[in-house]
C-alpha cells in the first residue's frame, strides 16, 4: 500500500522559507521519481519539481533557482526547501511517485500561503 503524506506547509512572509516534506510508505525513494506539484485556487495542478531514481533533478519555469528538491533514503523522505518566496507561490503543494513508469502516486496536499 503506497502512501505519500506531505506537512511543513504554513503562513509565511514574502521572501521567507518553508521546508515541505513528504514521507513516503509503501515505496522506496530511492528507487522510483519522486516530486512535487502544486495547485493555485481555478489553476491546473503544476509541476514544481522531480528528482528521478539516478538523481537528475528539473524544475518549473517560475522556480528560477529558489527551490531545491532532496530526498532522505534512511527516512524514505522527499524535501522540498522553498526559498525567496513570493505571494504567486501560494498553492496547494501534492507529493507525487511514478514507480517505474507505470503508476502514479498523490499525496493529500498541504497549504503554502504567502502574504504579509
Known amino acids: 500500500q503506497v502512501q505519500l503524506v506531505e506537512s511543513g506547509g504554513g503562513l509565511v512572509q514574502p521572501g521567507g522559507s518553508l521546508r515541505l516534506s513528504c514521507a513516503a510508505s509503501?515505496?522506496?525513494?530511492?528507487?522510483?521519481?519522486m516530486g512535487w506539484y502544486r495547485q493555485a485556487p481555478g489553476k491546473e495542478r503544476e509541476l514544481v519539481a522531480v528528482l528521478s531514481a539516478t538523481g537528475m533533478k528539473n524544475y518549473g519555469d517560475f522556480v528560477k533557482g529558489r527551490f531545491t528538491i532532496s530526498r532522505d533514503n534512511a527516512k524514505n523522505t522527499v524535501w522540498l526547501q522553498m526559498n525567496s518566496l513570493k505571494p504567486e507561490d501560494t498553492a496547494v503543494y501534492f507529493c507525487y511517485s511514478n514507480q517505474r513508469g507505470r503508476n502514479d502516486y498523490w499525496g493529500q496536499g498541504t497549504q503554502v500561503t504567502v502574504s504579509s
Open positions: 509503501g515505496i522506496s525513494v530511492r528507487l522510483n521519481a
